[in-house]
């Protein structure tokens, strides 16, 4: 379901050292690295953050990985951020990305979708996937289920 192997190990607060054109590279931290797929875990974040354009442009492969004319934009930000540099990372380290997210939120639903459009390279696009926590419920332990029912009140 997830993409990995049994044995992978979950590395949280994963730094995957995006690229930047100035020839530096970004310590931002992404939710987990389990195997071969980084992934982010949206269970009561309301969005997936805006960014400032200067930053966003000053990543390396930004051009290469999307359609830049198609990125959603509020004013002079870039919106959903952390989608694009999790595509970004998954791309310069050649993984895969997932986004967890609550079938109950079709808004983040709908920015995922956004955001994949824009993607140019039809395998880095195969690469990435959406997962819902209900979804993921159902193939869960039974005490972790009555955890996230319990807490965010997901039920698969």
């Given at each position: 379901?997830?993409?990995?192997?049994?044995?992978?190990?979950?590395?949280?607060?994963?730094?995957?050292?995006?690229?930047?054109?100035?020839?530096?590279?970004?310590?931002?931290?992404?939710?987990m690295?389990?195997?071969?797929v980084?992934?982010?875990?949206?269970?009561?974040?309301s969005?997936?953050?805006?960014?400032?354009?200067?930053?966003?442009?000053?990543?390396?492969?930004?051009?290469?990985?999307?359609?830049?004319?198609?990125?959603?934009?509020?004013?002079?930000?870039?919106?959903?951020?952390?989608?694009?540099?999790?595509?970004?990372?998954?791309?310069?380290?050649?993984?895969?990305?997932?986004v967890?997210?609550?079938?109950?939120?079709?808004?983040?639903?709908?920015?995922?979708?956004?955001?994949m459009?824009?993607?140019?390279?039809?395998?880095?696009?195969?690469?990435?996937?959406?997962?819902?926590?209900?979804?993921?419920?159902?193939?869960?332990?039974r005490?972790?289920?009555?955890?996230?029912?319990?807490?965010?009140?997901?039920?698969?």
């Open positions: 379901m997830l993409g990995t192997e049994i044995g992978d190990l979950p590395e949280f607060g994963f730094k995957p050292r995006i690229p930047l054109t100035s020839g530096f590279v970004e310590r931002t931290e992404i939710d690295k389990l195997g071969p980084l992934f982010e875990a949206k269970l009561t974040e969005d997936f953050q805006s960014q400032k354009a200067a930053i966003v442009e000053g990543y390396r492969d930004l051009k290469e990985v999307f359609d830049c004319r198609k990125l959603s934009r509020l004013g002079r930000e870039y919106v959903s951020y952390q989608l694009l540099r999790n595509v970004l990372a998954a791309f310069a380290l050649n993984l895969s990305f997932c967890l997210l609550d079938a109950r939120r079709p808004d983040l639903r709908e920015q995922w979708y956004a955001v459009t824009c993607v140019r390279s039809m395998d880095l696009r195969t690469r990435c996937k959406i997962l819902t926590w209900q979804e993921l419920s159902a193939a869960l332990p005490r972790l289920q009555c955890f996230l029912e319990l807490k965010y009140g997901i039920v698969s």
